[in-house]
């Protein structure tokens, strides 16, 4: 079973999902979208550290950042004009910071398509959670090969 | 009984200008019995967000399309879509969304599958009204469900298949994309990679027309002269052409299939939804690249 795998965190996420009818998923979606954390000053002031997912329908950047500590932290940036991209990098910041690197190369790479989305916000449209998991594991193991 | 139409000025001179409301008419109008709005985004979440008072929302993708077959829905669960949303036979539809209206025109294309006889754009859409400081609200409308009849969709008069653009060369054709997805450098829209297609480049003799051209900076649609030199002079539309226009799936040419038909007064335009997606994975179809049409094939 590939979930054996997800972190404590995704899973949280995918159950407070799932638990829910389809028209409150999106709500629950709003809600992941008004939580993104603005960029931490020091990558605001340096866009050239982001990098684009152009899988996305609207502009969002992301940026992994490995700690001390071993453990990650993801950042993401996109336009208030892009709730439903906000949404999904809001569950993909809060679901993957503060993991280790194992746990996020660990996560499988359907997640997105797991957390009853699919139907909510159309298939096509969650494609783009997808990439960005996709983008944010292959920066992590460009940091951590390099 | 429909709502009375904008008389604005700057509607008068398009062919059809009782299917465009400015968004002065909007705010006048909002509440009036009779009328219903219709918020129809790209982004499924930007209507809980806020939208203008009292609208509801259709999606593209979760309402319109088929959840199955690459189709949209048939007669009855168009009329259980919007009965539900308090849309009768005769009920004025006001339709307004993000991007330049570019959803909003691809819904109001599938209401006129279904012949819903008085169905608008805002003009300028949800741009224009957020420019304007216009009133939004985040209570999703909650309208009172009505009948509405099972009408069979009728695709004959502005829905063109595959089948129907092979047997329309010679007569003219629309490419809506970007001059990169018409010349072949790519086969997605920039920053829409997820629908692509097997081959790239474009149908053999189209003219590309990217649908935006049709567009103001301020969200509203140009002027009957800009439009004329877009399209009869620059893509040598004339009175009497049977166009077809197609882009990616289908969506970005229900924009330009508004244009030609309800500002330009084009008759029997149709819009290629199957488009580059069907196209250009399809076998054995003829498809020319760079930036020039090409010649018309030998079909």
Known sequence: MISSKLPDSLVQIREDFRELERSDRLVLLLEFANELPALPPRYAEHPDLLERVVECQSPVFIFVEVDDKHLVHLHATAPKEAPTTRGFASILVQGLSGLTVDEVLEVPDDFPNTIGLTEAVSPLRIRGMTAMLARAKRQLREKTTA | MTVEVDQSPSFTAFAHPRRLVSTDWLRAHLGTPGLVVVESDEDVLLYETGHVPGAVKIDWH????HPVERDYIDGSQFAALVGSKGIGRDTTVVIYGDKNNWWAAYALWVFTLFGHKDVRLLDGGRAKWEAEGGEYVTKTS???????PVVERDDSAIRAYKDDVLAHFGNPLIDVRSPEEFSGERTTAPAYPEEGSLRAGHIP????????KAVAEDGTFRPL????AIYRIGAGLSD???????CRIGERSAHTWFVLTHLLGFEGVRNYDGSWTEWGSAVRVPIAMGSEPGPVPNH
């Not at chain 2, 979760?62 to 399309?65: G, R, Y």
């Not at chain 2, 002269?225 to 004329?228: A, G, K, Q, R, S």
């Open chain 2, 205 to 212: 003799s189209a003219q590309n027309v990217p649908w935006a």
């Open chain 2, 240 to 246: 009497g052409d049977d166009v077809i226009a197609y």
């Open chain 2, 225 to 228: 002269p800009e439009l004329d």
């Open chain 2, 142 to 148: 909650t309208p009172v469900a009505v009948e509405y």
């Open chain 2, 62 to 65: 979760t309402d319109l399309n």
